[in-house]
């Protein structure tokens, strides 16, 4: 005979709409911060065009707020993920696999959001241990993973809505037709999904929320951990900077009076100290002490126009964002400095010395360490 295909039950309970809407809403919540969150950190990174003028320097504190709660929000995310995958793995084998359009789209809008989600996660969170086991540029494709994450979440809670709907609440007609006595039990299993997000978060937030910094077990980052107090993305053996000697030292400032200073020179100039954080796109800040000279004095001193841009230029003979831009907004901001100084001591090679850009609200990657040339942009 012919054997018939049976598909394979599942015996186990909360495996119910009501469950998967609780933690779907906590789920869609943490995917829209940490995709809003991202866009940010995304176009301050790489702004278009009719922006990169126009990026704001303040609040100081602002980059350091939204792409910690960028990371916290991702991390966060994926204890709810998993519990959201238990919850409703049972319909992956489901019988007949398509048995309506509406029902082909939400199996399309699931496989899509599944794959994307665990990917943007997966790659999210080994970003924030700088390990990068894949082929591909993660800035761009994690960008563009991103939308297809939002896409296929959309096209998902349209398709379900009637359902969300009726068990959004414990009042809801679907939810009061599920058996009470799974109740308990489901609040039971959302106190323990709860439970496990806090502990990832209170766990790993400390290296961006720093009265918590002494909880960071899980975080790649201690904020207190590195040369002069502040951690070290790339160390200048990393960026191929050798040994640079004062004497040898030149800062070249490129505009309609282009000048050139030594390093004496440029500890000779008036010396400002701003309180500023570094804030990397990994998820860990920590504010410091600066001192340097303002960049608003090198460049009116090179006769740069007000609304002008600068490139800065840095002596790094490896990786990524060697050069930086910066938009008039923070050219022109008085605690945008050249740095020379880091909590009152010379800055260490790793920290830029000779001298490095630190400017508020700005991501750690563009704040150029070891620079040699800052260029006037019309």
């Not at 939002?150 to 969300?164: D, F, M, T």
């Not at 809801?172 to 039990?185: K, R």
């Not at 991501?363 to 942009?377: A, D, H, S, Y």
Request: hydrophobic share 45%; charged share 15%.
């Amino acid at each position: 005979m012919r054997s018939r295909f049976l598909p394979p039950v599942f015996k186990g309970r909360l495996h119910d709409a009501r469950t998967a809407t609780s933690i779907g809403r906590w789920l869609g919540l943490a995917f829209a911060v940490c995709f809003c969150t991202g866009l940010i950190s995304h176009f301050m990174q790489h702004p278009p065009g009719w922006l990169a003028n126009e990026l704001p320097s303040r609040p100081v504190w602002g980059y350091r707020f939204t792409q910690g709660l960028h990371v916290a929000s991702g991390i966060a995310a994926i204890p709810l993920l998993l519990a959201k995958l238990w919850t409703v793995y049972p319909r992956l084998f489901a019988w007949p696999l398509v048995r309506s359009v509406r029902h082909g789209l939400e199996r399309v809008s699931v496989a899509v959001l599944v794959a994307a989600a665990l990917f943007e996660l997966a790659t999210g969170l080994l970003n924030t241990a700088q390990w990068y086991p894949w082929p591909f540029s993660f800035v761009e494709v994690h960008y563009a993973v991103a939308w297809l994450v939002v896409g296929a979440l959309v096209l998902h809670i349209a398709v379900k809505a009637p359902e969300i709907a009726a068990h959004w609440s414990r009042r809801s007609p679907g939810t009061l037709a599920l058996p009470a006595e799974d109740a308990p039990d489901r609040r039971s299993l959302l106190a323990a999904v709860a439970a496990a997000v806090g502990a990832v978060t209170i766990t790993t937030v400390g290296q961006s929320f720093t009265p918590l910094k002494d909880l960071t077990l899980l975080a790649p980052r201690h904020p207190d951990h590195g040369p002069e107090g502040l951690p070290v993305n790339r160390t200048a053996a990393a960026a191929g900077v050798g040994l640079i000697h004062a004497e040898g030292y030149r800062l070249t400032v490129a505009g309609p009076r282009p000048y050139t200073l030594t390093l004496d020179e440029l500890r000779a100039l008036p010396q400002h100290e701003v309180e500023l954080p570094i804030a990397c796109v990994e998820g860990w800040s920590k504010s410091a002490h600066w001192t340097g000279v303002r960049v608003v004095d090198l460049l009116e001193r090179a006769g740069a126009p007000v609304h002008a841009r600068v490139r800065a230029v840095s002596l790094q003979t490896r990786g990524g964002y060697r050069v930086s831009e910066m938009g008039h907004e923070h050219a022109r901001d008085p605690l945008t400095l050249l740095a020379l100084r880091l909590n009152g001591e010379e800055l260490s090679p790793d920290h830029g010395y000779p001298a490095r850009l630190i400017a508020p609200n700005r991501p750690g990657v563009l704040q150029t360490k070891w620079v040699g040339r800052l260029e006037v942009l019309s």
